[in-house]
């Protein structure tokens, strides 16, 4: 079975205005949804990413250098990940398209499959 990453694409801030019984209701939602693919065999694992302390890590004449995530001029940040199992794409888009982050036509999940690599295969590359 090949494993696929979602990522969930969100404004920034984006519920920060929500009432906590509508939060809660959403994070239910979101639950439920992973419970679900967990029974099923479907589901690898997931996290809500925090909102703020993003870093960005560039190479700038060489060296790697550190700044801050652009979150007050993004139109969008990656607010979580859900990583999956599926039979196929068709099953994969299935899943991404029954997820509880589509909520607000704001949001959006981003779907790619994960190469699978094993740590013998890694060094081997190189």
């Given at each position: 079975?090949?494993?696929?990453?979602?990522?969930?694409?969100?404004?920034?801030?984006?519920?920060?205005d929500?009432?906590?019984?509508?939060?809660?209701e959403?994070?239910?939602?979101?639950?439920?949804?992973?419970?679900?693919?967990?029974?099923?065999?479907?589901?690898?694992?997931?996290?809500?990413?925090?909102a703020?302390?993003?870093?960005?890590?560039?190479?700038e004449?060489?060296?790697?250098?550190?700044?801050?995530?652009?979150?007050?001029?993004?139109?969008?940040?990656?607010?979580?990940?859900?990583?999956?199992?599926?039979?196929?794409?068709?099953?994969a888009?299935?899943?991404?398209?029954?997820?509880?982050h589509?909520?607000?036509?704001?949001?959006?999940?981003?779907?790619?499959p994960?190469?699978?690599?094993?740590?013998?295969?890694?060094k081997?590359?190189?």
């Open positions: 079975m090949a494993q696929y990453i979602l990522l969930l694409h969100q404004a920034p801030n984006y519920a920060a929500l009432p906590r019984e509508k939060m809660m959403v994070i239910r939602r979101y639950s439920a949804w992973a419970d679900g693919l967990r029974r099923q065999g479907k589901m690898v694992g997931g996290e809500k990413l925090a703020g302390g993003g870093r960005h890590v560039r190479l004449g060489g060296k790697p250098v550190a700044s801050d995530g652009p979150y007050a001029e993004a139109k969008d940040v990656i607010g979580g990940y859900f990583v999956i199992e599926a039979t196929n794409d068709s099953e888009e299935a899943i991404a398209r029954d997820c509880p589509l909520w607000s036509e704001s949001n959006w999940v981003e779907l790619r994960i190469d699978q690599m094993s740590v013998a295969q890694a081997a590359a190189g």
